[in-house]
């Protein structure tokens, strides 16, 4: 498949979107970071099935580009009220030694199908909090990993850092341990707003993290935010954003509250009613994207912005943009071994999931076995509309010979329904048709998911289960 030959739509960013615009497709949406989404996952794809992907790719030996290696640690010393992620609230902080004494039962597990000393050009450690683990603990997980995996010289290593529990000493460690990725978890500067959410972290406090982190010389550090949150209005949102220029991180995940408290228990502790309305909402996202573009940061897609000289700003600029569960990155498109309770792996042609309590994940592995209990093996449809759904969100472009070639169709065929479905969006200036490509217009990429809905099979039957495209 000939899809790194595409080229960016644009490399700048419209320093205004209408408010109108947003508001329009102010609607639930999936963020993409697969295709087709996890939503979609079935537990008849299990461990064997998961085995035997790992073998295959043993099987390809060199030839088999380096993998991307994610682990996720559940713990968190307490409960952030907007929370949608699968973490496990506690004080015990013995937890985490059992945790990895797991973990290591896991790699063994991988490492039987996959070969000792698989090539590993990029880590991430996500959670929960991975800093709820204290130094010693974090050094043993990454020997651990040291002794299961050869790490590529110059990959990244990247950490999701609550500035709640660290200091300059612990990022001083992150940075032996060969961290070269900091992701600190803001969200808002607002007393009140943190208040509202249960996440109190003083602004002096990440100011001096970041001094700290950039005086150890991290390569990239990156700030999220959240809009839509309980207390949260048009001027303290400004508030938050004039800080966060002064901040000045290498990046910025800008993501929208999605208030789904039938779905996420922590949430119901959110009064409806504190809300800010979908038109504060809208409103106070155009404000950041004005903001963020006029502080010269470029929008690379989907919430996330970057400065300029940013390998993800760059990476744009070439086209070398990809997309997998941890959002966008410069590496191309590969295997994802995912370790831990819950985590989401990809490889080869296949999605897997392990279990998603700590109690099934530690009984399966008591067993012996790998704790994968969902998955999915892509269809050859599936693989074509991943593929196109990645150039729209990676760089705003179909180009349909290419990819009619790959997959041996006749492209504006194949897709006739999709392609009246467009029509609107024509209309609206978010995405250009000629002949031979679909461009996104500048536009069109604040709005980049609401063009790849078009493209997903599955999508309209599963919308309310998403955030919202705004
Ligand atoms: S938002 Fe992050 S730190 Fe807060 S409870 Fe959820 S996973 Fe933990």
């Known amino acids: 498949m000939n899809a790194h030959a595409f080229v960016p ?194 602004a002096s406090q990440v100011f001096a993290l970041m001094d700290a982190a950039r005086a150890l010389g991290f390569e990239s550090i990156n ?61 106070m996202l155009a404000a950041a994207i004005g903001q963020l573009t006029e502080a010269g940061y470029v929008y690379i897609g989907m919430d996330h912005f970057a400065l300029p000289d940013d390998p993800l700003a760059i990476a744009k600029r070439e086209g070398r943009l990809h997309r997998d569960f941890q959002g966008y990155g410069v590496r191309p498109e590969g295997d994802l071994v995912a370790l831990g309770v819950s985590a989401i792996g990809r490889v080869g042609a296949t999605y897997s999931q392990n279990a998603k309590t700590l109690e099934d994940y530690y009984d399966l592995l008591d067993q012996g076995r790998l704790p994968v209990v969902r998955g999915l093996a892509l269809s050859r449809d599936d693989l074509l509309r991943r593929t196109v759904i990645m150039a729209l969100m990676c760089r705003g472009r179909i180009e349909f010979d290419a990819i009619g070639e790959a997959y041996a169709i006749d492209f504006r065929r194949h897709f006739a329904t999709e392609f009246a479905a467009l029509g609107p969006l024509v209309a609206q200036g978010l995405v250009r048709l000629s002949d031979h490509d679909l461009t996104v217009t500048e536009q069109g990429w604040f709005l980049v998911r609401a063009v790849a809905m078009v493209f997903d099979r599955y999508c309209s039957a599963n919308r309310a289960r998403f955030s919202r495209v705004v």
């Open 9 to 202: 739509a644009c490399d700048r960013s419209p320093a205004v979107l209408p408010v109108e615009l947003l508001r329009q497709f102010d609607v639930p949406g999936p963020r993409y970071t697969s295709y087709p989404t996890a939503d979609r996952f079935v537990d008849a794809f299990g461990a064997d099935e998961y085995a035997r992907a790992l073998s295959m790719r043993r099987l390809a030996g060199a030839g088999a580009p380096a993998l991307s290696l994610y682990v996720h640690i559940p713990f968190c010393e307490s409960l952030c009220y907007y929370c949608a992620c699968n973490k496990i609230v506690t004080r015990h902080r013995e937890r985490g030694r059992q945790y990895l004494a797991y973990l290591a039962r896991e790699i063994e597990l991988q490492v039987a199908q996959l070969g000792r000393g698989a090539a590993v050009a990029q880590l991430h450690l996500g959670g929960g909090s991975p800093t709820f683990l204290d130094d010693a603990e974090l050094g043993e997980l990454m020997a651990l990993l040291h002794r299961s995996f050869s790490f590529v010289p110059g990959g990244e290593r990247s950490i999701e850092i609550d500035p709640r529990t660290v200091d300059a000493q612990r990022l001083a460690h992150l940075a032996a341990l060969g961290f070269n990725r900091l992701s600190f978890g803001v969200q808002d500067f607002d007393p009140a707003v943190q208040q509202a959410v249960h996440r109190i972290q003083p």
């Open 223 to 283: 700030v999220d935010l959240i809009y839509g949150l309980p207390q949260q209005n048009e001027a303290s949102f400004a508030r938050t954003l004039a800080q966060l220029r002064a901040l000045r991180p290498d990046r910025v995940a800008l993501y929208a509250y999605a208030h789904l408290p039938e779905r996420f228990k922590p949430q119901r502790r959110i009064a409806a009613d504190a809300l800010p309305d979908a038109a504060t909402r809208v409103r």
